[in-house]
């Protein structure tokens, strides 16, 4: 059952409370970046519903603007971004 009409977009709508996605998911992982790097593309194949982005500890993306049902998304990320938080 859905809070929204069939063929509804329920992109900007609310996610129901008792929906298994109204609760926030985490995936971490870590890449190596070359150390002479001018261009990183962060790519995402399906996120889905909604996602904040964030690349050692700044946020690059916001669930207002990165959501869907498995959309895919591409992000520039600075080599400042890409460099180790330590």
Do not use: Q
């Amino acid at each position: 059952m859905t809070a929204y009409e069939i063929g509804e977009g329920s992109r900007d709508k609310p996610i129901p409370d008792d929906s298994p996605y109204a609760a926030s998911w985490w995936y971490r992982t870590e890449f190596p970046t070359p150390a002479n790097h001018r261009h990183v593309a962060l790519h995402f194949d399906g996120i889905n519903n909604r996602a904040n982005v964030w690349i050692n500890g700044k946020k690059i993306a916001d669930a207002k603007d990165v959501a869907g049902a498995y959309r895919t998304f591409e992000f520039d990320i600075a080599p400042d971004e890409c460099k180790s938080a330590l």
